[in-house]
Nanobody, 120 residues
Framework: QVQLVESGGGLVQAGGSLRLSCAAS????????MGWYRQAPGKQRDLVAR???????NYADSVKGRFTISRDNAKNTVYLQMNSLKPEDTAVYYC??????????????WGQGTQVTVSS
């Protein structure tokens, strides 16, 4: 089993910054792409940013130029640096990753979510 533990959410004023972290632990042989999604009340869960194992990144248009995703493969951790935050960035942010265990079994995992609230 694999656990994803997120941290770094909170309340910030518009224009401020937050840094989210998501650490994977457990039965891990290799980790594939890691990503951040967000879900606002009454809306679907959408991709915010994604980073592959070789560092290739892609972002939702709404966050390009403001958010930066990165990963530390030695720590099995993915980060999301969020700058110039806007009220419309308010949502629960979820970490997501695909993991291969030592038995060559693949599974997709989600974190528990961390609340980000941006006040105007």
């Amino acid at each position: 089993q694999v656990q994803l533990v997120e941290s770094g959410g909170g309340l910030v004023q518009a224009g401020g910054s937050l840094r989210l972290s998501c650490a994977a632990s457990g039965s891990i042989f290799s980790i594939f792409a890691m990503g951040w999604y967000r879900q606002a009340p009454g809306k679907q869960r959408d991709l915010v940013a994604r980073i592959t194992s070789d560092g290739t990144t892609n972002y939702a248009d709404s966050v390009k130029g403001r958010f930066t995703i990165s990963r530390d493969n030695a720590k099995n951790t993915v980060y999301l640096q969020m700058n110039s935050l806007k009220p419309e960035d308010t949502a629960v942010y979820y970490c997501n990753t695909g993991v291969e265990n030592p038995k060559s079994q693949y599974a997709l995992y989600w974190g528990q979510g961390t609340q980000v609230t941006v006040s105007s």
